[in-house]
């Protein structure tokens, strides 16, 4: 069983439409939840980190259920240049700098 | 946010030479940084862990002995593919922890190396 499964995506939508991801994570003890965004032939970057209570940044929101284990990433007013590869990472159990486990990455085309 | 270099950012190699690639922390310090490999379409996978002064951690199913890992400083670890065959084409991504966001538990990726093996 992998440790990240995420949806397998392409979405392709048009500008201004909300889009959600989400992703689940086998492991129970994990910690640290992020989103990285990935543009073809590039490195992962940084979108967000996932808290507990949830967190929104600007049109981003992302959501934690630990009893489910599932974590979820809201996108709101779509845009050209969110068109991307969205990567659900959960860090290795119990350890801020443990091991990152990276989902296969759901794919997205904004278009206008 | 912290900066990670890598050196060469593509390479095109003749089959059975050896490709050398460099991962640089070039604001930080790093005593942990991490090897990913990816293909086309898939995830990053991760190769081994990086640690400085010490042996290099290999994940399942990669050869220690193929890919040579060497992490002699802080600010520098360098992934050495050896005898490189045409199915180690791929785009090789190196991350490395800051100490410094400890809390936030955020990797710090280089742009990667994109080997071509002919």
């Known amino acids: 069983r992998k440790e990240v499964e995420q949806d397998p995506g392409p979405f392709n939508v048009p500008e201004g439409a909300t889009v959600a991801f989400n992703c689940t994570y086998s492991n129970s003890a994990s910690q640290s939840f992020f989103w990285y965004r990935q543009d073809c032939r590039k490195e992962p970057k940084l979108l967000m980190s996932?808290?507990?209570s949830g967190n929104e940044d600007g049109r981003f929101t992302a959501q934690l259920n630990r009893a489910s284990q599932y974590i979820s990433l809201l996108i709101r007013d779509s845009k050209l240049s969110d068109s991307a590869t969205y990567l659900c990472?959960?860090?290795?159990?119990?350890?801020?700098?443990?091991?990152?486990?990276f989902g296969r990455g759901t794919q997205l085309t904004v278009w206008p | 946010g912290a900066v990670v270099s890598q050196h060469p950012s593509w390479v095109i190699c003749k089959s059975g030479t050896s490709v050398k690639i460099e991962c640089r922390s070039l604001?930080?310090?790093?005593?942990?940084m991490f090897w990913y490999r990816q293909f086309p379409k898939q995830s990053l996978m991760l190769m081994a862990t990086s640690n400085e002064g010490s042996k290099a951690t290999y994940e399942q199913g990669v050869e220690k002995d193929k890919f040579l890992i060497n992490h002699a400083s802080l600010t520098l670890s360098t992934l050495t593919v050896t005898s490189a065959h045409p199915e180690d084409s791929s785009f090789y991504i190196c991350s490395a922890d800051n100490s410094g966001t400890k809390t936030l538990g955020e990797q710090f990726f280089g742009p990667g190396t994109r080997l071509t093996v002919l």
């Open positions: 604001d930080f310090q790093a005593t942990t």
């Open positions: 996932v808290y507990s």
């Open positions: 990472v959960v860090r290795e159990g119990g350890s801020t700098l443990g091991r990152l486990y």
